[in-house]
């Protein structure tokens, strides 16, 4: 249970990451993606830990394997993601980040949808 907490969270990444060009062919999608944007970017300005992390140190523990006391990202992909010397402002900038690319992504779609 623990792996598959893992990939949910993962995959949940990069819904939130790359979810709003899946707009472009399912206009439903929005009503999902949009609310993911907005947690994922409250937990990065808020500096919290995703509730999946202790979801998943829950299951290690049961299982009798180590967990680990900080968040995800950290975790598994702080060297893929983040850079040496991460900050309380990278990890804003880096939610900033997240957030305009799809507003972007969204600003794209409707005008094309104007048109």
């Known amino acids: ?14 819904f939130v990451v790359f979810g709003g060009l899946l707009i472009f062919y399912r206009k439903w999608m929005s009503w999902l ?3 993911a ?3 994922a970017v409250l937990i990065e300005f808020a500096g919290w830990i995703c509730p999946l992390t202790p979801l998943e140190n829950h299951f290690r523990t049961l299982a009798g394997q180590s967990w680990y006391d900080h968040g995800f990202i950290h975790h ?3 060297k893929i993601i983040y ?5 309380r ?23 094309k949808r104007k048109v």
């Open 33 to 35: 993606h949009i609310p």
């Open 37 to 39: 944007v907005f947690w």
């Open 1 to 14: 249970m623990a792996n598959c907490t893992l990939m949910l969270h993962f995959a949940f990444i990069l």
């Open 89 to 111: 402002q990278v990890q804003i900038f880096l939610g900033l980040g997240v957030l305009t690319f799809n507003l972007l992504v969204y600003a794209v779609y409707l005008k």
């Open 76 to 78: 598994y992909l702080l």
């Open 83 to 87: 850079p040496d010397g991460l900050t």
